[in-house]
C-alpha cells in the first residue's frame, strides 16, 4: 500500500509541475519546453537542496557545538554523511519531470 501511495503522489506532483509550466508559458510567452526545462531545474534543485540531511556547513556547525561541551573528545560521531539524502515522492517527482523534459526536449 505504501509503495501505491508513493507512485501516486509521484504522479500528482509530476502533474503539479506540468500545470506550473503550462501556466508559466501562458502568463510570460515562453515555449512549454523552456517552461518544463525551468519549472525541472528549479523544483529539482530546491527539493534536493531541503531534503539532505546536512553537509560541510553542517557538520562544521556540529563539530563547533560538540567541542565547546567536550563531545569531540569523547569520541563524537557526526550523524550526516555527505550527499545524504532523504528520498521522498516530490525528489523522485521533481528528478523525473526533468528527465521528462530532457527526454522531450531530444526528441524535438
Known amino acids: 500500500m505504501k509503495i501505491v501511495r ?3 503522489l509521484t504522479a500528482l ?5 506540468m500545470a506550473i509550466s ?15 526545462f525551468y ?13 539532505s ?4 556547513t553542517t557538520n562544521l556547525a556540529e563539530s563547533e557545538i560538540a567541542a ?3 563531545g569531540l573528545k569523547s569520541g ?14 516530490v525528489n523522485v517527482g521533481s528528478v523525473l519531470f526533468l528527465i521528462i523534459v530532457f527526454v ?5
Open 22 to 36: 503550462y501556466f508559466l508559458s501562458e502568463k510570460f510567452g515562453l515555449t512549454m519546453i523552456n517552461a518544463m
Open 13 to 17: 506532483m509530476i502533474a503539479v509541475l
Open 104 to 108: 522531450s526536449a531530444l526528441m524535438f
Open 68 to 70: 565547546s561541551y567536550g
Open 6 to 8: 508513493f507512485i501516486v
Open 53 to 56: 540531511s546536512g553537509g560541510l
Open 76 to 89: 563524537h560521531s557526526f550523524k550526516r554523511t555527505f550527499l545524504s539524502l532523504y528520498v521522498n515522492f
Open 39 to 51: 519549472v525541472g531545474v528549479f523544483s529539482t534543485f530546491i527539493s534536493l537542496y531541503f531534503s
